[in-house]
């Protein structure tokens, strides 16, 4: 199965937050879930953050 990363943040007012927990759940192997905290399009300017938990998801694969 192909590893996914879904992010989602609940201040999300474009894309509510059950949508992204609904990808989650139907992700049955390899999933990595990420809650986030801002609006939407602006919650993943901290680069920083997302690299590492881009890193935490590679390093982890075998573990999913």
Known sequence: HIPK????????STVP???GEALRDK????CFFWPIKGRHGSA???SSSFFGQLN?????????
């Open 5 to 12: 990363l879904i992010i989602h943040s609940k201040e999300d």
């Open 17 to 19: 937050y059950w949508m």
């Open 27 to 30: 992700a049955t192997q390899n």
């Open 44 to 46: 993943m300017q901290d």
């Open 56 to 64: 935490n998801l590679i390093e982890n694969i075998d573990d999913l």
